[in-house]
């Protein structure tokens, strides 16, 4: 069940009118938590298991974490939910990648092997839940938190439908708490959580589908034919496209939510005015990264123990972070150079600290193109088919090659959007987006969400998924 779509308008009006009946609060509980399923059903029934078994084996983890009284038992109530939820992950997601690269493998020692076709579905959204509901034993464990009482609000922490396929990655802390009191929207937060829907299928549906999607494939798909011209602008184009793709999503996921009373955490704050890589994940898919810095890069050790074991750790954290994203290479090279990113710019910094002033005039600016330069050309790994198809368009990137893909028109269009993405985030970097929006006179506010209205009215969309989905 897609947010750009009728059929979920139509869902989400059911669930707004089920939730302001005059019912008891667990009963409206247990009305989300249904719909919840519902709603994940809609893709692909079977898979529902999936959710209640990571809902169990967490839930009863969780419960055996805090009353075992040996460090060893702790331990291995942990190890039961990291293992039934990271084998689930593992099947589903990476099953036929290692079956792929396990045969490749035995090519190379001159064993020719041709297994069977493994015909994995890979369940939509698994990632974000299968992290969103082992983070729960996790914090149980590192004494963070206590086992919650209820198993219908775990249940409805891990199944909560605006952001069960697509994030934000929500903490048992931020979420459990708001079941305790009945949730009901203010007229304020209605009307704001109205807004935000708007505003993200306006970037999904608007910018991303039907403005910067058609560039990016055009070029992705045949970047052996991309010129020095194409290549860039194919790259700016999904570096456009992958932003209003999924922050798109989670501004819908949160609107949602706060339509029926609840607030999930922000996952997206202006990322491409980032002065730095590291800045760049404190602003990027917020939810994700503090998700590998807390449980992951902390749990190696974080900064604590050196600079070559910081570096170390960083990489090692990037490097799952871009497996991740997805079972390919491609990926996993993504998430490397982030990590290479992050240990340069560790050094630069420590090297430069004394010796450059960011408060001169012209700096800061220098610095968020910088690294909007490098974050684009790590966009070509995220994109392309394979990495042989990475390189080819690094190569035209770099001039190598002649190619004519692009009309002058998507040329126009997508600089446009990119000079226009890029102010918008510079101007907004330090700015809250709510406060700035409220200080628009009332009339002038109506006036710009009912052009957005219109455009999603009259712009045919072609239903694509989400991006995020595929993860």
């Given amino acids: 069940m897609l947010f750009n779509s009728l059929i979920f308008l139509l869902f989400l009006a059911i669930v707004l009118a089920l939730h302001h009946l005059p019912l008891p609060w667990k009963a409206k509980k247990l009305n989300l938590c249904l719909a919840s399923y519902v709603f994940y059903a809609a893709w692909n029934p079977p898979f529902v298991i999936l959710l209640w078994i990571s809902t169990l084996i967490d839930w009863l983890a969780g419960k055996r974490i805090a009353a075992a009284r040996s460090t060893g038992a702790r331990k291995g109530f942990l190890a039961l939910s990291l293992t039934v939820n990271l084998a689930l992950l593992g099947f589903f997601k990476y099953g036929g990648f290692l079956l792929d690269n396990f045969t490749a493998l035995l090519e190379l020692a ?12 890979l369940p939509v959204g698994i990632s974000f839940y299968t992290f969103q509901s082992m983070s729960y034993s996790l914090d149980i464990y590192r004494g963070k938190l206590k086992p919650w009482p209820s198993f219908l609000d775990f249940a409805l922490f ?21 079941c305790v009191r009945e949730r009901r929207a203010t007229a304020e937060q209605f009307g704001w959580g109205l807004i935000m829907i708007i505003l993200g299928l306006f970037g999904k549906v608007i910018l991303a589908d039907a403005l910067a999607a058609p560039v990016a494939d055009a070029v992705f798909a045949a970047p052996a034919g991309a010129g020095f011209v194409d290549a860039w602008i194919g790259t700016l184009a999904f570096s456009a ?39 760049f994940w404190r602003r990027w898919h917020i939810s994700l990264s503090s998700f590998l810095r807390d449980y992951l890069y902390f749990g190696m050790g974080g900064s604590r123990k050196g600079a070559l074991r910081t570096t170390v750790n960083a990489a090692v954290t990037m490097l799952l972070g871009g497996l991740w994203h997805g079972a390919a290479w491609h990926f996993v090279i993504w998430g490397g150079i982030h990590g290479v990113l992050l240990a340069v710019e560790r050094a630069v910094k420590s090297f430069l600290s004394s010796r450059v002033d960011v408060s001169v005039p012209g700096v800061r600016p220098a610095l968020m193109l910088l690294t909007y330069f490098f974050i684009c050309l790590t966009w070509v790994f995220f994109r392309a088919e394979d990495t042989g198809a990475a390189f080819t368009l690094l190569n035209a990137m770099a001039g190598g090659q002649d190619g004519a893909l692009l009309p002058a028109s998507a040329v126009w269009r997508i600089s446009v959007i990119t000079v226009l993405l890029l102010g918008g985030h510079w101007y907004l970097r330090d700015r809250d987006f709510k406060a700035t929006l409220a200080l628009m006179p009332w009339w002038l506010r109506s006036a710009v969400v009912a052009v ?20």
């Fill in 110 to 121: 001159g064993i020719h092997f041709r297994p069977a076709a493994p015909g994995i579905v």
């Fill in 158 to 178: 891990v199944t909560f439908f605006p952001q069960l396929v697509a994030g934000p990655i929500v903490r048992a802390a931020e979420f459990l708490p708001q």
């Fill in 241 to 279: 496209q992958i932003f209003f793709d999924f922050a798109g999503y989670s501004t819908c996921a949160i609107g949602a939510a706060l339509s029926l009373g609840f607030i999930l955490p922000e996952n997206f704050r202006f990322p491409y005015a980032a002065l730095g890589f590291s800045e």
């Fill in 452 to 471: 957005l209205l219109l455009a999603l009215t009259l712009v045919p969309g072609d239903d694509r998924a989400f991006i995020y989905f595929q993860f």
